[in-house]
């Protein structure tokens, strides 16, 4: 699969979110150069640099200092001083509030939607990105109960197409299943 130079450039160690999944966050939650954007969950930092790129701050958490450090090395290689990283957990506190944007990447994060809904300004977006079905139930059970409204879950998959002179047709290679998008607003 193809990946763009500006993603070649950063450094990964946990999982990262591609950019099949970050353009389509980025595209249904609308962020733009006036937004203002938690991330949790910062792993290697790839979300988060990408928000940083178009956003006017980003907030990323962790609780993993040994993430930290990668997602730190991206942010200075890429010049951003739009990203703060934090070392904390937002299941239990986020300290940001008005936001445009919260993301929620980690095992658990239907535990952070209280405080996502209070960090939030009013029609705020929130988006999970969940790897497996039975997270998506809880999520979207969660965002229920604190009313969030137009909520949406997809999956993005990418294929990429073999062409050639006798013909196009589906490559045996693609990046098919990552996680799923579950979307909100407040």
């Not at 988060?48 to 701050?57: D, E, F, I, N, P």
């Not at 450090?69 to 008005?98: C, F, R, S």
């Not at 990429?160 to 490559?171: A, H, I, N, T």
């Amino acid at each position: 699969m193809f990946i763009p130079e500006a993603y070649r450039r950063l450094k990964r160690g946990p999982q990262v979110i591609l950019p099949k999944d970050i353009g389509v966050i980025m595209a249904y939650t609308g962020v733009n150069k006036n937004s203002t954007c938690v991330d949790a969950g910062t792993g290697s930092g790839w979300l988060a640099v990408s928000l940083a790129r178009v956003s006017k701050h980003v907030t990323s958490y962790d609780v993993r200092e040994d993430f930290m450090k990668i997602a730190e090395k991206n942010m200075h290689n890429e010049g951003l001083d739009n990203l703060t990283l934090k070392l904390g957990d937002v299941t239990k506190k986020i300290d940001e509030k008005d936001v445009d944007l919260v993301t929620l990447d980690f095992a658990g994060s239907d535990k952070a939607v209280k405080n996502a809904h209070k960090a939030l300004k009013p029609s705020g977006c929130i988006c999970g990105y969940l790897p497996h079905m039975e997270q998506v139930k809880s999520f979207v059970s969660k965002l229920e109960k604190f009313n969030f409204r137009n909520v949406i879950v997809l999956e993005i998959i990418a294929r990429d197409m073999l062409v050639r002179k006798e013909g196009m047709r589906p490559s045996t290679k693609g990046v098919w299943h990552t996680a799923y998008l579950a979307f909100a607003q407040k």
